[in-house]
């Protein structure tokens, strides 16, 4: 079993940045990918960003590349989202997850609320 505990969710206007973060606890040894997903009010949850945990390779979407970037902290076991010149359209909650080597996020945190005012 792994926990995944999400903070640095908060209000910021447009064009701010926020930094979340996601550490993890519990069987981490397991841990292949980290992924950071969103859920806007009435939507889907969507993808944002994924690291693997050993070599770091990183995956964005279309929508958060070149503003948002994922790190990780293999000592901490913490996976980071920086998130840059915000936009409301980025407003949801955000969610860290992580997978196996199946690729299936088997493990989800309880989210963490991003508000970006216009």
């Known amino acids: 079993q792994v926990t995944l505990v999400e903070s640095g969710g908060g209000l910021v206007q447009a064009g701010g940045d926020l930094r979340l973060s996601c550490a993890a606890s519990?069987?981490?040894?397991?841990?292949?990918?980290m992924g950071w997903f969103r859920q806007a009010p009435g939507k889907g949850r969507l993808f944002v960003a994924s690291?693997?945990?050993?070599?770091?390779?990183?995956y964005y979407a279309d929508s958060v590349k070149g503003r948002y970037t994922i790190s990780r902290d293999n000592a901490k076991n913490t996976v980071y989202l920086q998130m840059n010149s915000l936009k409301p359209e980025d407003t949801a909650v955000y969610y860290c997850?992580?997978?196996?080597?199946?690729?299936?996020?088997?493990?989800w945190g309880q989210g963490t609320q991003v508000t970006v005012s216009s």
């Open positions: 997850a992580a997978s196996g080597s199946t690729g299936d996020y088997k493990y």
């Open positions: 519990g069987r981490t040894f397991s841990i292949y990918t």
């Open positions: 690291i693997r945990w050993s070599g770091g390779t990183t």
